[in-house]
C-alpha cells in the first residue's frame, strides 16, 4: 500500500544500531521493490534473515494450460469442485496468461510450514471462511468477502476458522479466489485514485486509508530449530530449512505490507445513466484490473437502461466470479460462477434481460471481475467445472430459453 505505516518497535532512525535487551542487535532487512525505488519497508528481526540451514527443490508450481487454441466462452461452477488440501497447495489455476494466474481453493488441512511467493503478489477474495494471515509483519485478520493482498515475498501462514456453518460439509474451511501477478508488478490501488504528491486517497475514489486493515502489530517468535519455508519462484516450490522462527520480526515501518479490504467497505458510484466498469475497480497490476459490483441503487434516468450496454472486448478478457445476490445481467449461472468472455467477441447481458430490469431500481448483486489484458487460456482444473452449454445459451436460436430463465 502507498500510505506510510509503522507496527512494534523500530529505532529512530534508519540503518543506526538497534539492540535487544540482551544487548545483541537486531537485524534490519529492507523489503523494497524495483530496485530500491518502488514502495518499501523496513523490518528488524531476532535473528538475520539471510542465514539458512538446508533447501532442496519439492514440486512444480507451473499451470498445465489445455485448449489454449480455442476462442468461447466459458462458465465454470466452481462449487462442483472437490474440497482438499492446505490453503497453498489446494490451489488449482483456473485460468492464466504471462500476467496473472486465477486459482481457486476449499482448503480441508492446515499449513504446518510457511510460504512465501517469490514470484508474484497474491490477491485472495475470501469468497467463505474467516482466519488469520500470519506475516513477517504481524497478523491479518480477514473475514468473508475481503480482498487480502499480500506483497511479493511476504512470508505467511494461513490458518482459516472453521466454520460454523459451511456452504457444505465437505467445506469446513470455506473458500477464496487467488489473483496472482507472474509479470513482476504489483497489486495496488489505480494511481487516479490517489494524490501525485502524497498517494493519500482523493475525495472521488470508493474507499480510503481507513478501509483497509493493516497487520495487527508482530509479536516475535523466538522458537530455534528447524522451520520450513515454502517458496514459490521460476514456477517451483521449493522448501527451504530455517534455524529460527521465520516470524521474527520486532517491528517494521513502511509502505510496503500485506493488508485487506472488505468489499462491503466499497462505496459504489452511481449515475443516472450506465456507470462503465471501471467505477467498480478496486486494485490493478499491470496489464489486469480487479473491480468489485456491490450492491447498490441502479442508474436514474426516468429512461434508463438498467442493465450494462454490450461491449467488444477488444483489449481484454473478462473474467467475472458470482459471489451473492441475483446478478441480472447474465442468466444461467449461480453463486460460485465464474464466466470467461474472451476478446475477439462482444459481450454484455443476455439477449432478453433487458426489459425485465427496467422497473428495478437497485440490485443486491455482489460479484468480482478479474479484466486482463492478455488472452487467458484454462489451465485442466477449468475442464473438471466446465459448464460446455454457456456457449449455447448465447446461441440466436436459445433466446426463447433465456426468456424462460429470466422470467420475462
Ligand atoms: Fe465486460
Known sequence: MPHYTCAGRIPSKRHIQFRQPSGQHYHEEVFGTEGFAGPTSTLYHLHPPT??????????????????????????????????????????????????LISHCAPTEGMDYHYRNGQGDECLFIEQ????????????????????????GTTYRMV???????????????????IETVNGSHILPPPRYLAKKTSQ?????????????TPIAPEPNEALGSHEVRIKAMNWIHTYEFPNHPLDVVGWDGCLYPFAFNVHDFAPIVGALHMPPPIHQVFE???????????????????????????????????????????TARKGIDKGSM??????????????????????????????MCDTFQPLVPAKAALEMDDTHYPE????????????LAGV
Open 160 to 178: 482459516p476458522d472453521r466454520l460454523e456453518s459451511p456452504l457444505s460439509p465437505a467445506h469446513p474451511y470455506g473458500r477464496f479466489l487467488c
Open 339 to 368: 464466466t470467461l468472455h474472451p476478446h475477439g467477441i462482444a459481450h454484455g447481458p443476455h439477449p432478453g434481460t433487458l426489459d425485465g430490469t427496467l422497473s428495478q431500481h437497485a440490485t443486491d448483486e455482489l460479484a468480482i
Open 285 to 327: 497490476s499491470h496489464n489486469m484490473v480487479i473491480c468489485a459490483f456491490c450492491p447498490r441503487i441502479l442508474d436514474f434516468h426516468p429512461q434508463a437502461v438498467r442493465v450494462p450496454y454490450n461491449h467488444f472486448n477488444i483489449d481484454s478478457d473478462e473474467v467475472m466470479f458470482y459471489v451473492e445476490g441475483t446478478y
Open 129 to 152: 471462511g474467516s482466519g488469520q494471515l500470519h506475516t513477517s509483519f504481524g497478523t491479518v485478520e480477514y473475514r468473508q468477502h475481503d480482498l487480502v493482498v499480500i506483497p511479493r
Open 201 to 213: 486517497f482523493l475525495e472521488h475514489a470508493p474507499y480510503c486509508e481507513r478501509d483497509i486493515r
Open 393 to 404: 445459451s448465447w446461441h440466436a436460436a436459445s433466446r426463447e430459453r433465456i426468456r424462460d
Open 51 to 100: 542465514q539458512v540451514a538446508a533447501w532442496k527443490p519439492l514440486r512444480s508450481a507451473a499451470p498445465e494450460f489445455i485448449e489454449s487454441n480455442i476462442l468461447r466462452m466459458r462458465h465454470l461452477r466452481t462449487h462442483a469442485r472437490p474440497a482438499g488440501g492446505d490453503p497453498i497447495d489446494g490451489r488449482a489455476v483456473l485460468f492464466g496468461n504471462s500476467d496473472v
